[in-house]
């Protein structure tokens, strides 16, 4: 089965390229809906998932620790555990599309490809204040809002993974949607997943 | 008009992507004709352009040095006069493709796709060797080679353009061959790059 994966830059349209490349290919789409799963599978209560998966971790793994130190197995490892069986549950249903949690590392390299989304400071703002309905956010709130989200994102990935977010050595592509419309730019995009497939 | 610039790690097959992608979009091609271009323009010799176009600076360009250290208006100075003329008369002919020689620094934005394609060390060894048709390379030998001309092209950027090359926020899209077929890759970088002037 063929997974794309969508790594993101809070505000860069990264869940719109992902949802409207699910519909070009015709894969299934992977979003929100995964932290439930995970909750569901590590019986744990999904608002702590959504933290493990979605904030900055408040401790440090310190693998040189003494174990009276640092739990051997401890409910952040047992969401990791959970998540990488979802994926791979949700992989062995069929070519699908995930965005965010971490499924670029997660998952086996062979049958993925990776797309990291990145914009200009601009671009993510107004597309952040259009889709704001409740017009409670300014522009200052929401430069604010990219900054914690993203800082989050990055110390979850070298955290848990090792790995440096955003890097685009870490991904087989990274597209700069800056003052791009989205749909645009999906045919390109779905032509270069179905080459890249082709190519393994 | 429409130009694509292609900026490329050595070995990571961007001269391959850049001449099968006008191929594909049926864009003019210019890649080492612009060193004749521009040393016939500059009237120097063209082994010179190339060092000043493809070298290690060996001098620093101070803009607070005084007037008797730092000639105003240096042979290198020429060379980059000459070679943004020479980049906006091949614009002005048609919709191009232009490798290399730092056209993505240079170029209005506006009418510009800029690429920049990358590759493991081990997929850029594999295809230099490949192309070695002396056999006189060894994977050693190749290393360096890598290492040397791409710390070139980086030295290049950071002193005359003070951008920082192969940082993706610079370019468009950002492609990674790694293991790739380049040919296989062209059907859809080539729609992504129509999507994007359809974008404008």
Redesign the interface.
Known sequence: MNVVTISREFGSGGREVGKRLADALGYAYYDTEIIDLIAKKAGMDKNYVSTVLESSPSYAIHFGATFSAIPLYDNATQVLVAQREVFEELMSKGNCIIVGRGASCLLNKDNVFSI?V?A?EKTKVERCLARDTTHTETEKSIKKMIKRIDRNRRHYHETYFGVEW?R??N??????TS???IK?????????????F??K
Chains 1, 2 share one sequence.
Request: charged share 25%.
């Open positions: 990291f990145y200009d955003g685009k050595e991904y087989d592509i990274a597209i700069n003052g791009m419309e645009k730019i999906i045919p390109g995009l779905a032509a270069y997943v179905k080459g890249y082709e190519n």
